[in-house]
Nanobody, 124 residues
Framework: QVQLVESGGGSVQAGGSLRLSCAAS????????MGWFRQAPGKEREFVAH????????VYSDSVKGRFTISRDNAKNTMYLQMLSLKPEDTATYYC?????????????????RGQGTQVTVSS
């Protein structure tokens, strides 16, 4: 089993930055694709970014492309999301997720392992 714990959320003003971390435990996730998702109040959970197990392939949603960067350190069993130029519409609970390595997918249902989330609030 894989346990995922997010950290690094908080409250910032528009234009600010945050770095989220997702620490995995239970087993190594070096062979797992990983992703970030977010859910705003009253909205469905949406895909944010994906990174392949070896880190060489990344995919972003159009809403965050150019502002967010996903990365991972397999030696530390940790994934990151660097968020720059934050906007009020980025306000949400951010979740990390993992799935055995394979083809890219943006569907949360394809990720069997998910964290509990960390809150990001961006004020205008």
């Amino acid at each position: 089993q894989v346990q995922l714990v997010e950290s690094g959320g908080g409250s910032v003003q528009a234009g600010g930055s945050l770095r989220l971390s997702c620490a995995a435990s239970g087993r190594s996730v070096s062979a797992y694709d990983m992703g970030w998702f977010r859910q705003a109040p009253g909205k469905e959970r949406e895909f944010v970014a994906h990174i392949s197990w070896y880190g060489g392939n990344t995919v972003y949603s159009d809403s965050v492309k150019g502002r967010f960067t996903i990365s991972r350190d397999n030696a530390k069993n940790t994934m990151y999301l660097q968020m720059l130029s934050l906007k009020p519409e980025d306000t949400a609970t951010y979740y990390c997720a993992a799935r055995p390595g394979g083809r890219y997918t943006s569907r949360i249902s394809d990720y069997p392992y998910r964290g509990q989330g960390t809150q990001v609030t961006v004020s205008s």
